[in-house]
């Protein structure tokens, strides 16, 4: 199958807010007020969070329906552990992002499915999610001024 490329363009309204327009629709980034923010929306930590269980519940479906089941919903809680030493500017050898993302995925199925199949399909989730990808094997990233 060819690439497909996704893009995504944004502009910053002060030092905390950054509004990202992807397609037809806007997306507020921003800081709570105890870090300075404004609080108009989720921080880049949690938009992340947001785009991986967003992907998990699109792959979920989908993984659902080729292995033969369907499902009326699927409640995903997601959480995820940061020490925000280095976003800080403090010196230390700790990473600046996510050192754990823990999620818990409750399937509501139509008809009732055996514990392997569950097994099986969250397995095949994680291998099919492009964000569980790009979390776990540490994506390339060029940053250049222009």
Sequence with gaps: MPKVKYRAHAHSENKTKTVVKIKNFNIIVDEPKIFGGTNEGPNPLEILLAAFAGCLNIVGHKVA????????SIKIDIEGDIDPSKFMGLKTRKR???????????????????PETLAKWVEEIEE???????????TKTKIEVV
């Design 128 to 138: 099919r999610c492009p964000v569980s990808d790009v979390l776990s094997n540490g």
């Design 96 to 114: 600046a992002g996510y050192t754990e993302i823990r999620v818990k995925i409750t399937p509501d199925t139509i008809t009732t499915v055996d």
């Design 65 to 72: 329906k080729d292995m033969g089941f369907s499902l009326n």
